[in-house]
């Protein structure tokens, strides 16, 4: 079975600052991968998600990650962090057989 | 636009009742999922169908139960209600291949008193 890891399960940035949301999953074949953000008290929407193709994936709102297969990590970043970023972040991948694993979440907090 | 709808917001209920939370999506996905979500633990599965009539326990299926009778909908079913039930719910939905997202309802938050 795939494993995810988020690591930090809180990071805190200033407006204006790097954001960088930590990512790494476990897996012999090259999984698809994706990132979720929930604002507080709704559901979860989709950010970004690489499906085999460039490894330099642009989402929505900014943020981007990168695939780095010989780290097994997709990441998670945004050059300038905006107080509307202030949610939880989810990473999840998907194998071949179509099973679907989420890390724990990772809050954001932006301190203006 | 793919949409999931959940019957309700917000919910709450006494200890010992049953409970129906359901799920509705528009875009003819084969997958539907419930998860539960709780600080600290991040989304835990409960059941996942993979198409009408079929269900696959998930990580915590433990008191609860699920019913697909037509593609669209998919239903969460509280037994008996217990405080430990206490959490967000959410439904999701995805059409079958490895490299296509889930969609999610906006969740239902029930309280068991």
């Known amino acids: 079975a795939q494993s995810v890891t988020q690591l930090g399960s809180h990071v805190s940035v200033s407006e204006g600052a790097l954001v960088l949301l930590r990512c790494n999953y476990s897996s012999s074949v090259p999984p698809y991968l994706f990132w979720y953000v929930q604002y507080p008290n709704q559901g979860l929407q989709l950010l970004l998600k690489?499906?085999?193709?460039?490894?330099l994936v642009k989402g929505i709102n900014g943020f981007e990650a990168e695939f780095k297969k010989s780290e097994t990590s997709f990441h998670l970043t945004k050059p300038s962090a905006h107080m509307s970023d202030a949610a939880e972040y989810f990473c999840?991948?998907?194998?071949?057989?179509?099973?679907?694993?989420f890390g724990t979440g990772t809050s954001l907090t932006v301190i203006p | 636009d793919v949409k999931v709808t959940q019957s309700s917001r917000y919910l709450v209920k006494r200890t010992g009742e049953k409970v129906f939370l359901e799920c509705v999506q528009d875009?003819?996905?084969?997958?539907m999922f419930w998860y539960r979500q709780d600080p600290g633990l991040g989304l835990r599965l409960i059941y996942f169908?993979?198409?009408?009539?079929?269900?696959e326990k998930g990580d915590i299926p433990e008191g609860y139960s699920v019913s697909r009778e037509k593609k669209e909908r998919f239903s969460l079913i509280l037994e008996s209600a217990s405080t430990n039930q206490t959490s967000m719910y959410l439904c999701a939905s995805r059409q079958l291949a490895g490299n296509n997202e889930q969609f999610f309802g906006p969740g239902t938050r029930l309280t068991v008193l």
């Open positions: 875009m003819d996905h084969e997958n």
């Open positions: 690489y499906t085999s193709a460039a490894t």
């Open positions: 999840a991948v998907s194998d071949p057989g179509n099973q679907f694993y």
């Open positions: 169908s993979y198409d009408v009539k079929m269900k």
